[in-house]
């Protein structure tokens, strides 16, 4: 069914296609699309880069609280190995805050090989929770990336939960680049047969007083494999960080 997302959603909320929100948008997308998506180091996102389609975009503008949350529904689904190649770019300005829950399905028994790069950017006082869910199947190969870039004494949450998969690998980045942010970053995975998850962190703390908490759990059967790489980096300058990480299989 078709529902009008004007009665949904408050005035100013912009959810559509990227391609065609960049042409409406063109001073946005020169300024934040691909800008923290790091294609130099990455060879997946720079991959996705270059042959990515289309995508989503969410705009959340200043002082606006989205009090539903926005659901994308990403459903691989054909009969030949393919290769799929999705984008999203998050904006929320200042004081806006918002839920968005992203989820991942495979329908077709065949190859699928997916790249996934999420860009958010969270402006001061913007309170974001990223969720992204995958259940898809044996013969999936999700690569997945996420980059966050906070502001003053924004909240940002990514949660990212692996309940069936083939090989798995999420990518998450934090940057926390204004004084008095906070980043949450969570997973968890329920594997069991031959399903192989990484997850991978990040989180920088560019400047004085930000805080972050990670909090990874996996549930392991049969020949499934786990794995966790977490790093934070605190620069010279960052005086006044508080960071926690804690991994429990």
């Not at 790069?117 to 869910?133: D, K, L």
């Amino acid at each position: 069914p078709t529902i009008d997302k004007k009665e949904l959603l408050p005035k100013g909320v912009t959810v559509g296609s990227l391609s065609q929100m960049a042409d409406r948008f063109i001073e946005w997308f020169a300024k934040y699309y691909g800008k923290i998506a790091n294609t130099r180091e990455d060879a997946l996102v720079a991959l996705n880069t270059a042959l990515v389609q289309d995508g989503v975009f969410i705009y959340i503008p200043k002082n606006t609280v989205v009090d539903v949350p926005i659901q994308l529904i990403n459903i691989l689904s054909g009969d030949q190995s393919t290769l799929v190649n999705r984008r999203l770019l998050i904006m929320a300005e200042e004081n806006a805050q918002v839920n968005i829950l992203m989820c991942n399905h495979a329908v077709s028994a065949v190859d699928f090989l997916q790249t996934g790069v999420t860009e958010i950017f969270a402006g001061e006082n913007a309170h974001i929770n990223f969720y992204e869910i995958e259940e898809t199947h044996s013969r999936t190969h999700r690569f997945n990336s996420t980059f966050v870039h906070q502001a003053a004494n924004s909240v940002v949450q990514v949660n990212t939960m692996t309940l069936m998969n083939g090989v798995s690998c999420n990518n998450t980045n934090f940057h926390l680049a204004g004084q008095g942010a906070h980043a949450d970053c969570n997973g968890m995975t329920i594997s069991d047969k031959e399903q192989h998850i990484d997850n991978i962190t990040l989180i920088d703390h560019a400047v004085p007083h930000c805080t972050s908490h990670e909090l990874f759990k996996y549930v392991l059967d049969d020949k499934a494999v786990g794995a966790f790489t977490g790093m934070i980096l605190v620069r010279p300058d960052a005086q006044h960080t508080n960071s926690e990480q804690t991994n429990r299989s």
